[in-house]
């Protein structure tokens, strides 16, 4: 399973950006899917995640900013970013947790690459 995620970039304070993962491979079901990141000197953190259903879970920090959504026939999960902060700026990672292959093996944490969001205010 490899994850692509998209969208990264240059804000000013108050805008908005768009992030998007898409998985590929040989899926036949992904669990949740999720947003993280990580600042400079900081732990990586749970930004947002959506499961399978719908449920949607997000850091107190991005509630009423950000929202976490996902098509499960495209294997794509989408963060939009609004009213951007200098605080979020760091590299946001894109995460399906358990993926359950068309072999009916499960595959557990997989990540994609980082893709740098920079707040300037």
């Known amino acids: 399973v490899q994850l692509q995620a998209y969208g990264g970039g240059l804000v000013q304070a108050g805008g908005s950006l768009r992030l998007s993962c898409a998985a590929s491979?040989?899926?036949?079901?992904?669990?949740?899917m999720g947003w993280y990141r990580q600042a400079p000197g900081k732990q990586r953190e749970l930004v947002a995640s959506?499961?399978?259903?719908?449920?949607?879970n997000y850091a107190d920090s991005v509630k009423g900013r950000f929202t976490i959504s996902r098509d499960n026939a495209k294997s794509t999960v989408t963060l939009q970013m609004t009213s951007l902060k200098p605080e979020d700026t760091a590299v946001y990672y894109c995460?399906?947790?358990?993926?359950?292959?068309?072999?009916?093996?499960?595959?557990?944490?997989?990540w994609g690459q980082g893709t740098l969001v920079t707040v300037s205010s």
């Open positions: 995460n399906a947790d358990s993926v359950l292959l068309k072999n009916l093996r499960l595959q557990y944490d997989n």
């Open positions: 959506v499961s399978s259903g719908g449920n949607r």
């Open positions: 491979g040989s899926i036949f079901r992904i669990n949740t």
